[in-house]
């Protein structure tokens, strides 16, 4: 059980360590630690569970593209993350920028 408050603790979703795609994103993106959420599951590379949750701002991000993909659906998110990608690149993908807000 994590201790990370009501949020957190009543929110579905998985922690998936060592993922082979986080692990792809890391090199895509050329950044050492990565967690890149795949519908509910949150896949890290290069991070344990225990550094990613004490990292409030990181979940908060990660847990706003859970909530991206509840809203859109599977398919929908992830075409629109590569089109978005695509079209802004990495950073000013409007999927990325709501996630940052949710930082706060
Ligand atoms: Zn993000």
Same mark, same amino acid.
């Given at each position: 059980? $994590? *201790?990370?408050?009501?949020? =957190?603790?009543?929110?579905? #979703?998985?922690?998936? %360590?060592?993922?082979?795609?986080? &692990? !792809?994103?890391?090199?895509? *993106?050329?950044?050492?630690?990565?967690?890149?959420?795949?519908?509910?599951?949150? $896949? !890290? $590379?290069?991070?344990?569970? %225990?550094?990613? !949750?004490? +990292?409030?701002?990181?979940?908060?991000?990660? *847990?706003? $593209?859970?909530?991206? #993909?509840?809203?859109?659906?599977? &398919?929908?998110?992830?075409? &629109?993350? *590569?089109? =978005?990608?695509?079209? #802004?690149? #990495?950073? +000013? +993908?409007? &999927? %990325?920028? %709501?996630?940052?807000?949710?930082?706060?």
């Amino acid at each position: 059980m $994590h *201790l990370y408050g009501a949020l =957190y603790f009543f929110m579905d #979703y998985r922690i998936k %360590e060592h993922s082979f795609l986080a &692990l !792809l994103a890391a090199k895509k *993106l050329k950044v050492k630690k990565v967690a890149m959420v795949i519908g509910k599951t949150i $896949h !890290l $590379h290069n991070t344990s569970t %225990e550094d990613f !949750l004490n +990292n409030k701002r990181w979940v908060k991000h990660e *847990l706003a $593209h859970i909530e991206q #993909y509840k809203k859109h659906g599977l &398919l929908k998110f992830l075409f &629109l993350y *590569l089109w =978005y990608s695509i079209k #802004y690149g #990495y950073y +000013n +993908n409007p &999927l %990325e920028v %709501e996630a940052r807000k949710a930082e706060e």
